[in-house]
């Protein structure tokens, strides 16, 4: 076998230059094709990696999600009745919270309850309710008076309205029987004879002189009281004493001036209820506690009272965002409220039989009207015998006399009250002013009914929504489940103490009579009287014992 020696100075004879060369070319091009092949696997590892990294939370995210949802819609057809009504039962809930609040604000008329504890101008008794504005008349009618009829509507102003001689033209028929008490009194000692002629003169209807007189006396007697009306009518003593002969008044007022109000306020309960009963739901679905539905009918009563409540309100001004203008329901209907609330207020509070009733029996004006007529009569004769008669107004007879008109006045003008009501035109009046007031003023026409009680309307609802969770507990589950909360030994103590403290603070008061002071004195004088009680008691047992003992 030759050895075939090789060097870089001899060939081997089995060389082929082309061959070899083809050979070379083919090697590197196969290098060089597996060089790019390896750094395009490598750079696509690289992308996947990087793909992978940017992928798998979205991945993983998305997942959960599925989780989650499968979760929850496994859960709902479980039992897919009973969470299916969740949102229809606190849409219920919401509107009867919504409907009983409304309810409360206006009945009972008169307290009814077991009156064991009872608060003078307080709706809730230890046991027992009266509606809100029934209960407290008295502070919303002098509320209403100072807030918005003094402001639009002064007696001083509408007086003069009346034309005298149209009074007296009206009242002229009745005027021998206006005057016959002075008649009856300044001649009480006089011969019969002339007693029956003054009678006789003061009443012809047809004497000529008769009727100018009784018509000077009449129309002077009205300018006397167009001049003093200040004295002689006390428009709050007539709005207030008015409400307060029949409670139920104010809160008919109340709710016609506000009817779209308190309709709006019962009927979003149903719809925040039921909005509200989807999230409760959607909680329930998840969190596997009975009492869940307690809880979220407690949120539905108390949210769907306060946010009803806010929504009619507020704003108070107009808030403009982009295209939209926000402000509360009750400002928003300004006019139709003014013509409501000044049609009310002139028939049925202000009207001309009201103020002359008002006048001739309030007791911080009768003495007025009593003096007033005094003095005119006595003008009046002075006058009219020129200066023959001169009657002192502080006499004992005049003065006598003028109780006695007083006390019959007001059944001779009924045939004046139409023209009363007509000329003062408190409606049209009450109405123009009523739709020139700001916002800011107009709100608290109607506002204050429910500021009054506001924090036990929503309390309410949320006690009221708390019991239909209870009911909704029952009804899904079949039975309740109360919470348990153990103390060890001491159970039964503490069970004790805190009714004890329970039916204590219960007994003090329900709520403060005026304001907190007021309240905590009143708490102070309780505790005091408990503490002397507390040791006296202990006295008697410790000599109870030592007794025993010997």
Known sequence: M??????????????????????????????????????????????????????????????????????????????WKAYSAIPLVAGFVGWLTNYLAVQMIFFPIKWRGI????????????????????????????????????????????????????????????????????????????????????TNYATDKDGWVQQRLAHKFLRDLTVDVQDNIGSVCNLRNCVVNMMMSDRSLLGKLFKISGKDELIFLVDSGLWFGFLLGMIQLAVSLYWDNPWSLSIGGLIVGLATNWLALKWIFEPVN???????????????????????????FATKVLTSRQLWSSMLTDPTTLPEWEKLLANRFANFAKDTTFNWVDLTPKSRKLKAAATKTCSTLLGYLTDLHDYVDEALEIEPTLRARMMSMSSTRFERVLHPIFEEDELTLILSGGGLGFLAGLLQQLISTGSLVLPRVSFGGQTKMISTIGSIIGLYIVSIALKPRKNMILFVERLIERTRKLKRKTRSYWKRKRRFSESSDL
């Open 318 to 344: 107009p808030v403009k965002i982009g295209p939209v203008v926000l402000q509360g329901l009750f400002l928003r209907r300004q006019k139709e409220v003014s013509a409501d609330f000044s049609k009310f």
């Open 115 to 198: 009156p064991i504890y009872k608060v003078e101008g307080e709706p809730l008794g230890l046991l027992g309710w009266q509606g809100i504005v029934p209960a407290k008349t008295l502070k919303m009618s002098e509320s209403m008076v100072n807030t918005t009829i003094n402001e639009l509507l002064t007696m001083e102003e509408i007086i003069q309205r009346l034309d005298p001689d149209k009074v007296a033209d009206i009242l002229l028929p009745k005027s021998g029987q206006i005057v016959q008490p002075f008649i009856d009194e300044l001649l009480a000692d006089k011969p019969k004879a002339l007693k029956e002629f003054a």
């Open 2 to 79: 030759k050895s075939t020696a090789f060097n870089h100075g001899t060939l081997p004879s089995h060389y082929n230059p082309q061959r070899s060369g083809r050979r070379i070319l083919d090697s590197e091009t196969t290098s060089r094709s597996n060089y790019f092949l390896s750094a395009s696997t490598l750079s696509r590892q690289k992308v996947v990696c990087q793909s992978s990294v940017i992928i798998e939370p979205v991945v993983v995210g998305s997942t959960l999600v599925r989780r989650v949802l499968g979760h929850g819609v496994t859960t709902f057809m479980s039992n």
